[in-house]
């Protein structure tokens, strides 16, 4: 069986991007599961550059084919920010899930709200080879001052997913994959995967 490298030491990524393509018959491994230890800074100027230059190092790394996703919170009220620094919004180190979201509220706060917001997504599949191939996923919603849910990550727990009136961590897995803008990457990206891997 083909192995696939899941870019990410990202628990919650893991997992969703494992049941999204648990049907492909390929077996879908994670850095930790082969002892790769891998840092890229991502410096791309678009969630694309840097899924694909994460992809192309993990691929070059392990001589696995290789996935990776870049992913970001874009708020029309802050301008687009965080963004492609949505991992990196506070510079603090140590800086967790829950102070970033206490960061974005912060800085929401004598904004007019609704404070309409999107998650974008980029997939890359990269081979040892080069070949590479990238996929795009969007979801709209907007942003709510105080937290709910416990199932996400990140975000999850202040966005609110249109039309469900849940935020993402409200979301169980399955409705998540199908609704989130990671959901719907990976989706996009199935016959970029089948065709790279020839399949």
């Known amino acids: 069986m083909t192995s696939l490298l899941i ?4 628990r919650g990524k893991m ?15 994670s850095p930790e599961e082969i002892g790769l230890i891998l840092a890229v800074v991502e410096d791309g100027k678009s969630y694309g550059e840097n899924a694909e230059k ?19 919170l874009e708020v029309d009220a802050l301008g687009g920010d965080p963004g492609l620094h949505s991992a990196r919004y506070i510079s603090q180190p140590g ?5 970033r979201r206490a960061f974005l509220l912060h ?3 004598g904004k007019p709200q609704p404070w309409l917001a999107r998650f974008r997504a980029a997939v890359a599949i990269s081979l040892p080879n080069g070949d590479t191939g990238i996929a795009e996923g969007e979801c709209r919603g907007r942003i709510i001052p105080e937290e709910r849910g416990t199932k996400g990550f990140g975000y999850d727990p ?3 997913v249109d039309p469900t009136e849940k935020t993402m961590a409200e979301l169980e897995l399955q409705e998540k994959n199908r609704l989130s803008h ?3 990457a990976v989706a996009n990206a199935r016959p970029i995967i089948l065709r ?4």
């Open 7 to 10: 870019a990410t030491n990202n």
């Open 15 to 29: 997992q969703e991007i494992r049941a999204l393509l648990s049907d492909l018959p390929f077996s879908l491994v």
């Open 54 to 72: 994460k992809a192309m190092a993990y691929a070059r790394a392990s001589g696995l084919a290789a996935l990776a996703d870049d992913s970001g």
């Open 95 to 99: 800086a967790t899930d829950a102070d």
């Open 107 to 109: 800085n929401l706060q």
């Open 158 to 160: 202040i966005f609110l």
């Open 182 to 184: 990671r959901g719907k």
């Open 196 to 199: 790279l891997l020839g399949n």
